[in-house]
């Protein structure tokens, strides 16, 4: 199947004003029907990996507003997010989070938008022949 008879879905990036949002409108579009998937980028991965409602034909995600949503997801959420998971990971991982905060107080590294994006490139339809997601900024 090719991309244009895909099945597409939409998120708005005025909609995403965090990490939690954007995986609550990813979830709402490609996996309305699992409530109870942890959000995590591994978690992320995983769905998108096939099985879990993505079409197993491939589907198309097209992401309105990208540009709000690099700029949100950026470095002070990136920031946000490692200080929460600081607080509640294991004690041997802490000097890693903070090497990764220190970093992104530098606005260096990559960003939360920049680690969805990878994840998405992933499931490229070139990368995959079933389960496949061409993520297309808008």
Not at 75 to 91: G, M, S, V
Request: charged share 35%; with cysteine.
């Amino acid at each position: 199947m090719d991309m244009e008879t895909k099945i597409k879905f939409r998120i708005d990036g005025k909609k995403i004003q965090n990490l939690d949002d954007f995986f609550g409108e990813i979830s709402r579009q490609l996996f309305p029907d699992i409530i109870d998937w942890k959000y995590h980028f591994d978690g992320l991965d995983d769905m998108l990996g096939g099985g879990f409602g993505t079409p197993e034909e491939g589907c198309v995600l097209l992401w309105d507003h990208h540009q709000t949503s690099r700029f949100l997801l950026g470095y002070e959420e990136t920031i946000r997010t490692l200080e929460a998971r600081r607080e509640r990971c294991h004690p041997t991982a802490r000097r890693q989070i903070d090497k990764q905060i220190r970093t992104a107080r530098r606005r260096e590294g990559p960003t939360i938008f920049d680690n969805i994006v990878e994840i998405f490139e992933r499931h490229r339809p070139e990368k995959n022949e079933r389960y496949s997601v061409d993520l297309r900024l808008l």
